[in-house]
């Protein structure tokens, strides 16, 4: 869905059927400050956070428009950085999970972040085991700030401790997502130290092909690429999993349908 707020900006929410779950993909903010080079909501730059209020407002939507089925899973996954704007997620997740609202198992809720630390930290101190998500992308700080501008100012050793501090509050793994750029981050020795990052916490590793962007630059892998990449963690007995890239033909990858129906003002 493409939702117009009452300032004439507009938002994605994305959902995602699955054989026993109906997921909800929200976005956090108008935009996003992080700058990531292959993502589309970057584009457009920073306009605005949104409130708690317009968080959970995508749930009810994508509900509404989704049928009798109730969303069982919400992922803060879509436009903007979650963690940069802590009190409305924050918001938002206790609401999911309140019993007498939403009434979804915080056990099914997840904060995708890029990486920030004091984030990371206020989000393990909530009483609400939800399921930390770090789109890590490279497995080196050279590599990682050149496709995230943002983690300039967050050493990859400085976000893993906050990642540990995370899993040491609630015992939940942590999901290493690690979106494959051909030729960029596909190479051997970028899963070598994919693997040394995965054996460092406890975490599972998310891997998907990138759904690309037509005025930027990067390409996904061929999907027995892909698979060789995930093999070679295998091997090093990290927990892989390849993920079907889905929503191409409906622009659902992050920031593409909005790229593609701008805001009026």
């Not at 959902?15 to 993502?39: H, K, N, W, Y």
């Not at 109730?70 to 609401?95: C, D, K, Q």
């Not at 750029?181 to 190479?187: H, I, R």
């Not at 990449?229 to 920031?255: I, P, Q, T």
Request: charged share 25%; with cysteine.
């Amino acid at each position: 869905l493409l939702i117009e707020l009452h300032d004439a900006h507009r938002i994605e929410a994305v959902l995602i059927p699955e054989e026993d779950r109906r997921t909800a993909c929200v976005s956090t903010q108008v935009g996003c400050p992080m700058g990531c080079v292959f993502c589309a909501s970057a584009e457009g730059g920073f306009v605005r956070n949104l409130t708690g209020g317009e968080i959970l407002e995508q749930v009810l939507h994508l509900q509404r428009e989704g049928g009798a089925e109730r969303v069982t899973n919400v992922v803060f996954m879509g436009m903007g950085e979650p963690l940069s704007t802590y009190p409305a997620t924050a918001f938002a997740l206790r609401a999911l999970a309140d019993p007498d609202r939403f009434g979804i198992s915080a056990r099914k809720l997840t904060v995708s972040t890029v990486g920030v630390p004091d984030g990371i930290r206020r989000l393990a101190k909530e009483d609400l085991p939800v399921t930390l998500a770090l789109s890590l992308h490279a497995p080196t700080d050279a590599l990682r700030q050149e496709l995230i501008p943002a983690a300039r100012r967050w050493p990859l050793a400085d976000v893993l401790d906050a990642a540990r501090d995370f899993y040491a509050a609630h015992k939940r793994e942590v999901t290493l997502e690690y979106l494959l750029l051909e030729g960029v981050n596909d190479t051997n020795v970028c899963a070598e130290g994919l693997a040394r990052i995965a054996h460092s916490l406890r975490c599972n590793v998310n891997l998907i092909r990138y759904n690309a962007v037509p005025s930027l630059p990067y390409r996904p892998p061929t999907q027995a690429n892909a698979e060789a990449f995930a093999d070679r963690l295998r091997k090093h007995g990290v927990n892989v999993h390849l993920r079907r890239s889905r929503g191409a033909d409906a622009d659902a990858a992050c920031g593409q349908l909005r790229r593609r129906t701008p805001d009026t003002e």
